[in-house]
C-alpha cells in the first residue's frame, strides 16, 4: 500500500475512535442523569400536616366578590388549594364552580 494511502486510513481510523468516544461520553452522562431523577426523594410538602390519616382540601378563599361584571365580560380567578392531611387527595367527580347571582 501506499504512504498515501497509508496516512488516509490512519486519520479515518482516528476520527472513528474520536466519535466513538464522544458517544460514550454522552451515554454515560444520560446514565449517571437518568439515576440521578430516578433515585431522588420526593419533594417534601410545604404545608405542615394537620389532619392524620385522612386528607383535607383547603381552600385559600371561600368566598370572592368580583362587583359588578357585565354580561359577556370575562373574569380570571385563582385559588390555591392545598391537602392538609396525610393521605393523598383524590378527587371522585370533575370539580366544578358554583355562580351565585345576585350575591
Not at 65 to 91: A, C, H, I, M, S
Request: hydrophobic share 40%.
Amino acid at each position: 500500500m501506499s504512504q498515501i494511502k497509508q496516512k488516509k486510513n490512519l486519520k479515518h481510523g482516528r476520527k472513528k475512535q474520536r466519535w466513538l468516544m464522544i458517544l460514550l461520553l454522552a451515554g454515560g452522562l444520560l446514565l449517571i442523569a437518568g439515576a440521578v431523577i430516578a433515585f431522588r426523594k420526593p419533594s417534601q410538602s410545604k404545608t405542615a400536616i394537620l389532619i392524620t390519616g385522612t386528607p383535607s382540601l383547603k381552600v385559600n378563599q371561600d368566598k370572592v366578590d368580583l362587583g359588578n361584571v357585565k354580561l359577556g365580560q370575562t373574569v380570571d380567578v385563582k385559588f390555591t388549594l392545598t391537602n392538609l392531611g396525610d393521605q393523598t387527595l383524590r378527587f371522585n367527580k370533575t370539580p366544578y364552580v358554583e355562580v351565585v347571582e345576585g350575591c
